[in-house]
């Protein structure tokens, strides 16, 4: 004997396999399953949006880096690569190549003082060739401030108005250098 999920009275199970008693109880049994999919499926919506929500600030991240390196781009464009002194006149790809990777440091993430123009071999091929990037970046900003860089391992934590906020600033810093 088994118990119907629907009605709770005992049925002979031992010719059929399924839950219910009768073609009633299993039309209900089926109508309760679609509800409880249904449910689920609005519950797995809600937790998708959730997450596009907290994707909402790593798309933000890109696209703030993006518009930090063309900053960076758009300022050093008369200038060599700041690791090999290449002058860009000979077809390498010129990249916003960061001193303090941005993978660890998030501090320096947008930070110009960390951020140089730099040929593809160096920025990709050369790991961004640390060690003539820093002889020219202290030429370029200083002593001072490359210890600072080396020195500060801070671990920031961008949020969207922070992320916003410098996508605005470097857009208006691009707009001012376009003009």
Same mark, same amino acid.
């Given at each position: 004997?088994?118990?119907?999920?629907?009605?709770?009275?005992?049925? =002979? &199970?031992?010719? @059929?396999?399924? !839950?219910?008693?009768?073609?009633?109880? %299993?039309?209900?049994?089926? $109508?309760? %399953?679609?509800? $409880?999919?249904? /449910?689920?499926? /609005?519950? $797995?919506?809600?937790?998708?949006?959730? %997450?596009?929500?907290?994707? =909402? #600030?790593? #798309?933000? &991240?890109?696209?703030?880096?993006? @518009?930090?390196?063309?900053?960076?781009? !758009?300022? =050093?464009?008369?200038?060599?690569?700041?690791?090999?002194?290449?002058?860009?006149?000979?077809?390498?790809?010129?990249?916003?190549?960061?001193?303090?990777?941005?993978?660890?440091?998030?501090?320096?993430?947008? =930070?110009?003082?960390?951020?140089?123009?730099?040929? %593809?071999?160096?920025?990709?091929?050369?790991?961004?060739?640390? #060690?003539?990037?820093?002889?020219?970046?202290?030429? /370029?900003?200083?002593?001072?401030?490359?210890?600072? !860089?080396?020195? +500060?391992? +801070? @671990?920031? /934590?961008? +949020?969207?108005?922070? !992320?916003?906020?410098?996508?605005?600033?470097?857009?208006?810093?691009? $707009?001012?250098?376009?003009?």
């Amino acid at each position: 004997m088994a118990k119907c999920k629907i009605c709770k009275s005992e049925y =002979d &199970k031992r010719n @059929i396999s399924h !839950l219910v008693c009768s073609y009633e109880c %299993s039309i209900e049994y089926a $109508k309760k %399953s679609s509800l $409880k999919k249904e /449910k689920a499926t /609005k519950q $797995k919506a809600r937790k998708a949006l959730k %997450s596009f929500n907290n994707s =909402d #600030v790593n #798309v933000l &991240k890109r696209k703030a880096q993006e @518009i930090c390196n063309k900053y960076i781009r !758009l300022r =050093d464009k008369n200038l060599p690569c700041i690791s090999c002194n290449h002058d860009f006149n000979q077809g390498r790809q010129a990249h916003a190549g960061h001193y303090r990777p941005q993978g660890g440091n998030s501090l320096w993430r947008y =930070d110009e003082r960390n951020i140089h123009k730099q040929c %593809s071999i160096c920025n990709n091929h050369l790991s961004g060739n640390l #060690v003539p990037y820093r002889e020219n970046l202290i030429s /370029k900003v200083g002593i001072e401030i490359v210890e600072e !860089l080396e020195n +500060t391992n +801070t @671990i920031k /934590k961008w +949020t969207k108005p922070e !992320l916003e906020n410098i996508i605005e600033y470097y857009k208006n810093k691009i $707009k001012v250098l376009q003009n």
